[in-house]
T-cell receptor, first 115, second 116 residues
Framework: GIQVEQSPPDLILQEGANSTLRCNFSDSVNNLQWFHQNPWGQLINLFYIPSGTKQNGRLSATTVATERYSLLYISSSQTTDSGVYFCAVGVHNRFYTGANSKLTFGKGITLSVRP | NAGVTQTPKFQVLKTGQSMTLQCAQDMNHEYMSWYRQDPGMGLRLIHYSVGAGITDQGEVPNGYNVSRSTTEDFPLRLLSAAPSQTSVYFC???????????????FGPGTRLTVL
């Protein structure tokens, strides 16, 4: 199956710093999502980005599908950004019409932002 | 919309007991799935469904059963709980059509299960 690798596994930042989180995947995908899991365990959708670039406030993401990687940028980090960031990818299910795809998750990047 | 809801939030079972984790969504999503999350492992797919009456296995299906009799509900059954099934379980759903955003999956709050 498809492999998803995230780096770095752990990241410690001082509040206000910028960071880049990386996701590499081993095959062509039709779905790529970034999630933030907060300290209470809730998975929060950050971006649905199988290709291209998107921005949402201090966060932005870029996926270069042809080179099989995605980057999540966090600018001016805040303590509330702490948690685990997951990249998940999906491959088109050829047996069904539509774009259903099973997500394969990376192991996550644990971010700690210190005040 | 309530989105994706899961019950219970917490559960403790003894080895060999059975139980059903409930998942419901009110977004008229066709695609629903169950994942388990273990420390250091990310989330792994257990079972999924592309519509009412259609289910299939994911990466780690052993010990779990599912059925999909309605679009809204997708329960996960543990027939004989084992300590290896101690985990946090997440249900997810997506529209599942062919539009550009229809693949985006939305997750419930999770069920934390402990098997003694």
């Amino acid at each position: 199956g498809i492999q998803v690798e995230q780096s770095p596994p752990d990241l410690i930042l001082q509040e206000g710093a910028n960071s880049t989180l990386r996701c590499n995947f081993s095959d062509s995908v039709n779905n790529l999502q970034w999630f933030h899991q907060n300290p209470w365990g809730q998975l929060i959708n950050l971006f649905y980005i199988p290709s291209g670039t998107k921005q949402n406030g201090r966060l932005s993401a870029t996926t270069v599908a042809t080179e099989r990687y995605s980057l999540l940028y966090i600018s001016s980090s805040q303590t509330t950004d702490s948690g685990v960031y997951f990249c998940a990818v999906g491959v088109h299910n050829r047996f069904y019409t539509g774009a259903n795809s099973k997500l394969t998750f990376g192991k996550g990047i644990t971010l700690s932002v210190r005040p | 919309n309530a989105g994706v809801t899961q019950t219970p939030k917490f559960q403790v079972l003894k080895t060999g007991q059975s139980m059903t984790l409930q998942c419901a969504q009110d977004m008229n999503h066709e695609y629903m799935s169950w994942y388990r999350q273990d420390p250091g492992m990310g989330l792994r797919l257990i079972h999924y469904s592309v519509g009412a009456g259609i289910t299939d296995q994911g990466e780690v299906p052993n010990g779990y059963n599912v059925s999909r009799s309605t679009t809204e509900d997708f329960p996960l059954r543990l027939l004989s709980a084992a300590p290896s099934q101690t985990s946090v379980y997440f249900c997810a759903s997506s529209l599942g059509l062919a539009g550009p955003k229809d693949n985006e999956q939305f997750f419930g709050p999770g069920t934390r299960l402990t098997v003694l």
